[in-house]
């Protein structure tokens, strides 16, 4: 299930991304073959990079790749790190909690503001959030429930990696 | 007596976004309006403005307003036409002939009219203060006619009618940041530009552009916006001082817009620029041309406001 | 006191393991309260409207021209190319190094993957050849901290997009000073590396070199095809990135034909999660960047540096000076958010050209990764070369302190930086 969900939203993440090169491309080559452009495209491919960015957020903290220090977590002892990811988890479970219900709050504005020129409402480039706060913080809340039963792996109680680059591959020399 | 009508205004601190940086003539206004806020609440009520986008673009500070996160911000229409598509009526080109035109019109019953519709949508206007008449400046030729648009890549605001203007001249209207047209035009990715000429010279926009054509295409008025959430706080008092220093703060943006644009102007020739106007009969081609565009947009408009601007525009002209 | 929570609420929920974004949303909570506006619509509206920004999208396109470059083999072809040219001199496997630490900074935007790369292939050959390994992985690490100084550069982008500076003029800005760096890891290594008994490889005929050549001819085109097209007006940076992307998949699947049609979906994403990663941390810190601007701590910062405001170089030299101690602790992402939105009214009252400033504080905050405690590049190194990080330091410092004084040379000498500008935009 949680495979099927993360394939799902790996294939959405590619698309956007195919999506916002080909707008973006398309305006250069329609620019200087046509010397015209295709209004949309500025404004729709920033609606597709911001889902972009924000369901890739979620992705990213099931495989752990969101950035962070590992370093002082790493010396601990199993006991140590239960009690840092706890505390690690609870405050993201609340963060989670306020975005959602900033989003909630602010809904009725997002709904009623129309992108100037797609006239998309708001509501759907800014209500990406619900998603990424659901997401995120049942995430947290199954880890946290995994801490309270001990039934937590080792590895899964480091969270982050200090690496900014993607994890070196296969394919790569 | 002064000590008891004081006792109703609180110490407060009004934070007001701004795109444009403190040089512009929105600061003359804003410390205006401030002085007068601080000497009526005897130095209670303070407005503390933010430069240069450092609260975020008008878009983004428009929202922080309607949900009073913020409590003020200078902006332009455009951030409101998505909400309120009336509002689109002035980004309709060669709407206002002269600054007097847009005055009255602004500071009378139509001004009023737009400003009762922003309490639905979380916001207060305090008065109309004013970017100002709108120029086309670009690196290729002088424009001189209508055909001279033709083929030329203008960056425009991010604005459906302003888009649609210099497409049906001809142009080709490119989106862009305002922070990359400085680069855009130096580089030539785009040929053009068009801004009022305080925006053109403070953006130093002459070291990288030729010809400077004074357009008038549009002029473009600024909202002294105010959160509704934080305004049902206010006492009626401090609206009332509010509103009045808005006023107060209006006559003197005005005022040195306008006389800074005349210097602007002097300027940007000095710099090199080459100045040219388009003849009233060529205008009159353009402005034909452009007659499309009132049509195709007046759906989303509304007739309400179209009638009530062009009925107002009438009475002033018709005297 | 607002400094303090901060800077507490920040360290102590990256400690504990904190994904960096959400230790910055901590922050964000600590700075509402403690400003007395407690507000979720603050978290949820910033959030979003920091990563609804068109310059931003550089950031996949650059992300995926990297994705479809590598997977085309390119760091293996660069690294090729120079050995063919200087693997028989002295020395010549660290000037290869070199070499491709450079060329690769001008086609990604990632000091860690590029030291990475080049480490991966470079130093089990100079292990082998006898050279000392801590300080070939120092010199690698201090080569991949060229990357975000030279275009294209995620680090440029995201300083001009929150200090509203050209990203076109960063990027132009950028290629002398890192070009700098290059050349004084070059003098060091001459210097350090000069008595190292090593063995020395064959040379190679000129048939070899231009194979080479011709393999590495399409990869060193790009960097040339991007800044030419920002100088001569072709593109914006963001349309330089598609661009970049566009030319990356054309040459991978057609020219080099070593990307294949099946893997393109994973690269593309590869791309974008790690395009999610960084933008999510941006957003995340562009609130409390948000915060800070309504704080009252710019007011704060300013009346510390006032002292300083007489000159011009010597507040550049304070706020260097400042931004180094800081980068010791934190990483480049937090250190640029943070910082930018208090130095910037500075320096703009001050009077610097904030385009310089941008390329001096981006430089800085790369040197950032590789000074100790925390440094980002240090654990890919540590890694990569398998030693640990005191022997690495070992190896690094004077390739560090090479690029701290090319830093501060750009300090006194600020038209280094300006001149070669000046004449790449006219
Ligand atoms: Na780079
Ligand atoms: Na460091």
Redesign the interface.
Known sequence: MTRLLVRLADAVLALLLAAMVAMVFGNVVLRYVFNSGITVSEELSRFFFVWLTFIGAVVAMGDGSHLGMDSLVARLGRRGRMVCAAVSNALILLCCVLLFLGTLRQHEINATTMAPVTGIPMAWVFGVVYLTAAGIGVHAVLRLARIATGTIRDDELIEVREDEAPVLREDRP | APAQSQAQFQDRVF?VSNGVSKEHPMGNGLAAMGACTLERTGGKMRIQP?W?????NDL?AT??V????LEMVLTST?PL???IPSLGVFDLPFLFDNEEEADKVLDGKAGDWFAAKLPA??AVNLAWWENGFRHTTNSRHPITKLEDFQ?V?MRVM???IF?DTFKELGS??????F??I???L????VDGQENPYNNIENMKFYEVQKYLTLSKHAYSPTLVLFSKRVWDTLSAGEQTVLKECAAVGRAEQRKVNREKSKVSLANLKANGMTVNEIAPAELDRIRGKLAVIYDRHSATIGKEALDLVFGELKAIRGK | MTVALFTAALLGSMAIGMPIAFALLVCAVVLMVAGGQTDTTILSQKLVEGADSFPLLAIPFFMLAGELMNAGGISRRIVLFALTFVGHIRGGLGLVAIFASVVMAAISGSAAADAAAIGALLIPMMRQAGYDVPRAAGLIAAGGVIAPVIPPSIGLIVFGVVANVSIGKLFLAGIVPGLMMGVALVLTWLWVARRDAVAIRPRQGWDARGKAVLEAFWALLMPFGIIGGLKFGVFTPTEAGVVAAVYALVVGLFVYRELKPAALPRLFTAAARSTAVVVFLIAAALISAWLITLSELPGQVKAMLEPFMWDKTVLMLVIMVIVVVVGTALDFAPTLMILTPILMPIVKEAGIDPVYFGVLFIMNNAIGLITPPVGIVLNVMCGVSKITMPDLMKGLWPFLWAELAVLFLLVLFPGLVTGPLWWLTH
């Not at chain 2, 240069?52 to 975020?56: I, M, Q, R, V």
């Not at chain 2, 080709?172 to 940041?177: D, T």
């Open positions: 934070r933010y240069d986008g450092a609260l975020g983004t929202q922080s309607r949900s009073g996160t455009a036409t998505a909400i949508v979380g083929g890549k991010q604005n459906t888009i080709n209207a490119v989106p862009m940041a922070s990359e400085y680069s855009a130096e580089t030539k990715t």
